[in-house]
């Protein structure tokens, strides 16, 4: 979010939704309670949440995963000025199918700023491909909100053989397709500003009349404005460089497309646009603004899961 700066911002088949009672043991046999004991011991270990910070070259980059790691990966990327926790809400919908990996990306959240001051989006995608393998992550479906579509089309461009499908959740696919504001007009001398005047500069971020939550404002207040502010002139440089669906036709990685009809960040008509590739499907959603994760997380989640599970 932090400025609307210059313009923008498998392995086994998937699993079925569970039943709500569906993670109760199947009752067996009166002599099989060891097995039954130990079973339910290491399913429950498998489905831990691990939240740690890959030491990589250059800084290192905090990855959450959740779900069971048999299950197919799902890459989950946010955009500007936020952290993987925009993810919160949508990842116990996602679990039952995916082993739902996610990244702050550098400068952002917990991972560190890159040494080099390095934040173009190729190199943002190479260290997020980084960690992927230092997770032992294989073929991955990878989602990107915002801006964080940016890293996920990079990541296929650079990694093709890793990114077996792509979700662009409100990514604007060229520069000409932004609304925003021109400038938010904050002091970076001045950071942070108060609750009112960040309220108010997120609110572009939300459908008309979202009640923004306190926890966004608060975790906002503490972002590292200059490593924001730099990661979204790069992620302005990524798209005048080449539109996205320029650089997703020659790709041929399978493509969906979630746009929310009300956003106030990029003209939502402008999703039209990825239908030039072929590999794409488009779906809006009608009361949604620019975050669909935190303004619909069960809608979103839906639409994500029908693409997932369809493709094997």
Known sequence: MLRAAARAEHSSKPRKPAAPDSGRMTPRDEHDTDTDTHAGAAE?????????VLPLPGGGLRVRQDGPRDAPPLLLIHGSASSLGVWDAMVP???GCHRVVRVDLPGHGGSAAPADGDYSVPEQARRVGAALDRLGVGRVTVVGHSSGGYVATALAEERPALVGALVLVNTGPSLDAFTGPETAGLDPAAWPPGDDVLRHFASSAFRTGFAIPQRLIDELRTADFP???TAMRASTAYLAERPLPDRLIPLGT???VVFGAQDRRWRPSSAAAYS??????VTYLPRTGHTPPIE???R?????LAFTTARV
């Open 93 to 95: 919908l996602l679990t």
């Open 44 to 52: 429950a270990a498998d489905r831990t949440p691990d939240d740690t």
């Open 254 to 256: 399978p493509l969906h």
């Open 276 to 281: 030039a590739v072929p590999s794409a499907t």
């Open 296 to 298: 619909d997380p069960h």
């Open 300 to 304: 979103t989640a839906a639409v994500l």
């Open 227 to 229: 490593a924001v502010a």
